[in-house]
């Protein structure tokens, strides 16, 4: 899991000021192919998409967000969860950062750490289907079904072909059919 969650958030980048990397002109072109695009090119669609997210455009950021998975990797969670603080301290509005420590927050059982830095990541870029999906099966095991599939449906409106996604929102819709919804 740890290693998934790395490759998601962790590429190369440039120098310069970190920059909201949402804000990334080729991403409404990237989400229009990914809507209306055929299922075979929306993987590579959809990894465009994550590897601009993923562009801090700072040096100093990617070095510690490399340090930080390194560290998170080798066992040293406290180090990992201190570069991330920093990460998130020099570079506030990179979605990212609040991604990664989410997602190590989770790993580490801080649900409600993870909870907050996921937030932070959709009010930056409400178009992150990476991380809906991951709430939506946080509110699943806290038995939230329906907050569940409304939050599957959002990720599946960025990305309909993700095929967990769409499983996962089926088995709901089934659950709750005859609730209101």
Not at 44 to 53: G, H, K
Not at 65 to 88: I, K, N, P, Q, W
Not at 148 to 171: G, I, S, T, V
């Amino acid at each position: 899991m740890r290693t998934v969650i790395c490759a998601l958030f962790c590429f190369g980048v440039m120098a310069a000021p970190a920059w909201a990397d949402q804000t990334d002109p080729r991403l409404d072109q990237l989400f229009e192919e990914l809507r209306v695009g055929d299922a075979l090119s929306a993987n590579d669609t959809a990894s465009r998409i994550v590897e601009i997210w993923s562009d801090s455009q700072s040096d100093t950021v990617d070095i510690l967000l490399t340090r930080a998975s390194e560290s998170y990797d080798a066992g040293a969670f406290d180090l990992s969860m201190t570069l991330l603080d920093h990460v998130v301290g020099l570079a506030p509005n990179f979605a990212q950062g609040y991604a990664l420590r989410g997602s190590h927050r989770l790993s580490l059982g801080d649900q409600a750490g993870a909870i907050a830095d996921f937030s932070k990541v959709l009010e930056l870029e409400p178009r992150q289907f990476v991380i809906r999906i991951t709430l939506a099966e946080l509110l699943i095991s806290n038995d939230e079904k329906r907050d569940a599939y409304e939050m599957f449906q959002k990720a599946l409106e960025w990305n309909p072909h993700d095929d967990h996604a769409r499983r996962r929102a089926r088995k709901l819709r089934e659950e709750l059919d005859g609730q209101e919804i």
